[in-house]
């Protein structure tokens, strides 16, 4: 199984930057997807990007153009730079990974609180 530890959450005002962070441990793979999810208050859990098995990358048309996803395949680490934050972000912000065929496996984090004040 894959563990997952995000951090890096916080209170922010409208048009600053934060950077999440979200390790993982256990028989990860370099190959495995990683994303980003938020959920706020009341509203479902939506993706916010995507770094897939390919090492292509996908964004939510909302964050397109100020989010970044990248990863550290060495520290097995996923990074979600934030950037131009508007108080619509405010959510809790989930890293998830997941593996197809061999192995699979589907893992959450425990998810890490943003907040943008305006």
């Known amino acids: 199984q894959v563990q997952l530890v995000e951090s890096g959450g916080g209170l922010v005002q409208a048009g600053g930057s934060l950077r999440l962070s979200c390790a993982a441990s256990?028989?990860?793979?370099?190959?495995?997807?990683m994303n980003w999810y938020r959920q706020a208050p009341g509203k479902q859990r939506e993706l916010v990007a995507a770094?897939?098995?390919?090492?292509?990358?996908n964004y939510a048309d909302s964050v397109r153009g100020r989010f970044t996803i990248s990863r550290d395949n060495a520290k097995n680490t996923v990074y979600l730079q934030m950037n131009s934050l508007k108080p619509e972000d405010t959510a809790v912000y989930y890293c998830?990974?997941?593996?197809?065929?061999?192995?699979?496996?589907?893992?959450w984090g425990q998810g890490t609180q943003v907040t943008v004040s305006s």
């Open positions: 256990g028989m990860m793979r370099r190959f495995d997807t």
């Open positions: 998830n990974a997941y593996r197809r065929g061999f192995a699979p496996y589907d893992s």
């Open positions: 770094f897939s098995s390919d090492g292509s990358t």
